[in-house]
């Protein structure tokens, strides 16, 4: 007779036992998936980002080598209004723009090289009575080394 009364005691730390277990497991299961799914977005946001960065980093070079362009064909005397302002004014605002994007979007130790690029460009567009080698020249400097830079900060 006493082992019927040990018989639904055992049943219930049996039941109780394995409810724990289950309960365990699950509560486990869901908390390494929950880790895994946040690693997830966390590395799909990187890569979002990086992306944004590439796209941005590549806009800044389409707009220097719109300005460079501009200060290569720059006449030896231009007005405002002429021809050639109205292509090399919004070169130059959108290398201003674009730099901007780097500065908010990139490493920031990629706006420094971008910006005495920029400068250097502007002042190839703007003065006059260089020729084109020399405006080259005194660009490839800044331009080699935003590449460098860039490259390092994007890989």
Not at 26 to 50: G, I, P, S
Not at 69 to 81: F, L, N, S, T
Not at 100 to 126: D, M, Q, T
């Amino acid at each position: 007779m006493t082992g019927d009364l040990w018989t639904p005691a055992l049943s219930m730390v049996g039941v109780t036992v394995g409810g724990a277990l289950t309960y365990l497991t699950q509560r486990t299961t869901q908390r390494a998936a929950d880790r895994a799914e946040e690693r997830r977005r966390a590395a799909a946001l990187a890569e979002e980002r990086r992306a944004e960065q590439i796209r941005t980093v590549l806009e800044f070079i389409r707009f220097a080598l719109e300005a460079e362009g501009v200060a290569h064909a720059r006449p030896v005397r231009w007005e405002v209004g002429d021809a050639w302002y109205r292509t090399a004014r919004p070169a130059v605002d959108g290398l201003r723009i674009a730099e901007n994007g780097v500065r908010l979007l990139c490493a920031p130790g990629l706006h420094r090289p971008a910006a005495a690029y920029a400068r250097a460009l502007n002042g190839s567009v703007w003065q006059e009575g260089d020729d084109e080698a020399s405006v080259a020249e005194r660009l490839e400097p800044f331009k080699a080394e935003f590449l460098a830079v860039a490259r390092r900060a994007l890989t």
